[in-house]
Nanobody, 116 residues
């Protein structure tokens, strides 16, 4: 069974940076795509960025140019580099993966708080 473990959240000042990591301890051979979603206070969970097995990436308009998603196949890990963070980026960030069998897998989430 695929498991996803996020890390890297925390408190950062506006304009700062954070890097989130999502590890798949069982490996990524069964995964078609991975990505990050977030859920801010009082908001629904929304797409942040995705990366396909072939390396194609997709970003929400709100993070385009500030966030970068990347993958390390050797480490079975996906990263989300977040720069120029703003208070509206405050949210619980969830790692997501889609398997070749069409199963959605979610991590437990990591909290990112952007505040002075």
């Amino acid at each position: 069974q695929v498991q996803l473990v996020e890390s890297g959240g925390g408190l950062v000042q506006p304009g700062g940076s954070l890097r989130l990591s999502c590890a798949a301890p069982g490996g990524i051979s069964a995964l078609n795509a991975m990505g990050w979603y977030r859920q801010g206070p009082g908001k629904e969970r929304a797409l942040v960025a995705t990366i396909s097995r072939g390396g194609s990436t997709n970003y929400a308009d709100s993070v385009q140019g500030r966030f970068t998603i990347s993958g390390d196949n050797t480490a079975s890990t996906v990263y989300l580099q977040m720069n120029s963070l703003a208070p509206e980026d405050t949210a619980v960030y969830y790692c997501h993966a889609n398997t070749f069998h069409g199963v959605d897998v979610w991590g437990k989430g990591t909290l990112v708080t952007v505040s002075a």
